[in-house]
């Protein structure tokens, strides 16, 4: 365990002010939009399922409900709650869940033992992130390939191994990064809009009355007549819904315009044509309720389009896998999780980022998913969980902030915000249902991450106050290295002791000065320090502090960096104003000095000892320090102690 966090780099803002440029849609429609675009190859088929625990039978009147259910669900959840509201809700133009965590953990006004408390639940949402990120490519991958069934009966039993070569190619290719393949996910994700939005005419065309379901009537009439019937199709219906969380985690990359005008103008008008066009199909014909996606389309356009829906959900897992490395990025940077080793795959392309530890978890899950579960219907029931689980969270944490920051009218949130609630809720009580069935493991998977999360950052609580003690106060020790005797030997060169604020004194520095009586002529002391924001400019990036004595060499500095940033120290020492560094700070002759921790189990009642255990064990997993910071190794000193917890 060693001294700060980091996370990923600048990145530059995407359709902010001023026009939206086309760009930047088309690249959002590659990134933004894969999960909830290739909803319809599943949703409509789970919820006609005669497998499912609590089938809905089918009939022309549940066609029209369900149907008029998915379109009306999208409008509420995706284009209201997502789009119209909580897209507003941004950090700096940062958006996801973890930008709502980090203004309800440094929110200073009335009620921050609520904000404090909504801001543990939203840690609980992005643990159930990571549950999505396993889940994701399996039923999407799994959904596409099962296509294969309908050209070919015979094929059924390639589908699941064909799925797992799929996912270990893409897992396999995430070091290399997605520059080149981004490129070329726009384009792909418009034709895949494009045909489905054109099946779905073709099936709309031979039933035009299926258009009688974009009426709400028939989906409050739905509800209210058949309770009993459409409250566990809600189950499978959230499934239309899935992804919603990506419009608003990904605003930083594309901002909130190029991604509202992709989903109003492409995304929501193919999936809704889609969604009608296999509702008009199976008025038409029944049977085709096994799959009522790929039967839409004439018999010699199937084989191209299970190539193409395999390409869309490809695309669509790679922006979960994506999501799952910057959001654990984020993580580190506010002391969630330890640091781990993140890799930047791209020169030209700021912010693409892999995590090796988090690409192996991932990788392992989804193939041990896709070969338990060997089904998208399976699968289905604990995929719903996850979204709905994300989405009431969202709403939640949202509704604080705009009653707190925003100051919305308290009859409006309470209205407005109750309703969306209420049907959040509805979503997730139904989901419940399936519990035993494979809902219980996204909660599981939540419940295992939140647990982690939360004790590393009790753990590191605890480090803290410990290492305080250790090290002492910082001037003092500066104050009294004249009065050492025998004298202090000061040698040639400078000395960067990575520190974690400048109350305390940099472990490293201590021990060097106590056994070695040694310390060089230039010695600076930093800390680097996580600021509630995605990014700090260079020129209110660094402070400089004398520690109250102007010519012995020895200076503080302190270096900002945003939650969307990844240190990096020599840079840091760049941006140094000669002037104020009493003497020239040699970065590229430098030596580099680390901290670093063996924590042990103590005695002290700090946490359960279960805790304690599970604390050590995750510091096991921390990357490397130097190459976290941009250290050069041929010139870094690390010196450890032992703590106990």
């Known amino acids: ?126 643990a159930l992130f990571f549950g999505d990120g396993m889940i994701t490519p399996a039923i999407s991958v799994l959904s596409a390939v099962e296509g294969l069934k309908v050209v070919e009966p015979s094929f059924e039993e390639w589908v ?18 997605t520059a080149v393949v981004g490129r070329i996910f726009g384009p792909v994700m418009i034709a895949w809009f494009v045909t489905i939005g054109a099946l779905g005419v073709k099936g709309v065309a031979g039933r035009p009355e299926i258009l009688k379901a974009l009426s709400p009537a028939y989906a409050l009439g739905f509800v209210a007549e058949h309770f009993e019937i459409a409250f566990f199709a809600l189950a499978a219906v959230v499934l239309s819904v899935t992804g919603a969380e990506a419009l608003y985690a990904d605003m930083g990359h594309f901002g909130r315009r190029a991604i509202t005008r992709g989903w109003l103008l492409l995304v929501l008008p193919a999936c809704t044509l889609n969604y009608l066009g296999q ?168 419940v295992v991450v939140f647990t982690v999360m939360t004790t590393w950052a009790r753990g590191r609580s605890i480090v803290t106050h410990k290492r305080a003690e250790v090290e002492g106060s910082l001037t003092e020790f500066v104050g009294k290295l004249p009065e050492l005797d025998p004298p202090l030997i000061r040698i040639p060169g400078t000395a960067v002791f990575l520190n974690r604020g400048q109350e305390t004194t940099p472990l490293a520095m201590l021990s060097s000065v106590r056994h070695n009586r040694v310390l060089h002529e230039q010695a600076v002391i930093l800390s680097l320090e996580t600021v ?49 560094t ?15 921790l063996q924590l042990v189990r103590g005695a002290e009642p700090t946490m359960p000892t279960w805790r304690k255990r599970l604390f050590i064990a995750t510091s096991h997993i921390t990357g490397d320090a130097a190459g976290y910071f941009g250290l050069p190794l041929d010139r870094t000193v690390i010196m450890g102690s032992r703590l106990q917890v």
């Open 1 to 126: 365990m060693s001294t700060d966090t980091a996370a990923a780099p600048p990145q530059h803002h995407a359709g902010g002010l001023g026009p939206v440029r086309l760009a930047v849609v088309v690249g959002a429609l590659g990134v933004v939009f894969g999960d909830i675009g290739t909803s319809p190859i599943y949703t409509l088929q789970t919820v006609f399922d005669p497998g499912d625990p609590h089938p809905v039978p089918i009939s022309p009147t549940n066609i029209y409900g369900v149907v008029s259910l998915i379109f009306w669900s999208v409008m509420a959840i995706v284009t209201l709650t997502y789009v119209t509201l909580v897209m507003r809700a941004d950090n700096d133009g940062e958006g996801g869940i973890m930008a709502l965590i980090t203004s309800l953990r440094h929110w200073s006004g009335k009620g921050r033992r609520t904000a404090l408390t909504l801001a543990g639940l939203g840690v609980f949402g992005a």
């Open 582 to 596: 009493e003497g020239p700070v040699t970065v590229g002759q430098a030596s580099f000095f680390l901290s670093k």
């Open 532 to 580: 509630p924001v995605p990014r700090v400019p260079d020129a209110e990036r660094v402070e400089i502090d004398d520690l109250g004595y102007s010519s012995d060499g020895i200076i503080y500095v302190s270096a900002r960096f945003g939650y969307m940033e990844r240190p990096d120290v020599p840079h840091v020492l760049s941006l140094l104003d000669p002037a104020r």
């Open 279 to 446: 509702g008009a199909l199976l008025l038409g014909d029944e049977r085709s309720m096994s799959a009522p996606f790929f039967l839409l389309a004439p018999g010699w356009a199937r084989l191209p389009l299970v190539l193409l829906a395999t390409a869309a959900t490809v695309i669509a897992s790679q922006s979960v896998i994506t999501g799952a490395y910057s959001l654990t990025s984020q993580a580190v940077q506010l002391g969630y999780l330890p640091r781990l080793r993140v890799e930047h795959t791209s020169e030209s392309t700021i912010g693409q980022i892999y995590v090796p530890f988090v690409n192996n978890v991932l990788a392992v899950s989804v193939l041990i998913l896709v070969f338990a579960f060997r089904s998208s219907a399976a699968l289905a029931y604990a995929f719903g969980m996850a979204v709905t689980a994300t989405i009431t969270i969202t709403t939640l944490l949202f509704l604080f902030i705009a009653r707190r920051r925003w100051e919305a009218p308290l009859w409006a949130v309470v209205l407005g915000g109750g309703a969306l609630l209420a049907v959040d809720l509805l979503f997730f009580a139904a989901n419940m249902t399936k519990f035993v069935h494979g809902a219980w493991l996204p909660l599981l998977i939540g």
């Open 160 to 177: 699941v191994p064909i799925t797992a070569v799929i996912i270990v190619v893409l897992f396999s290719v995430q070091r290399r990064g």
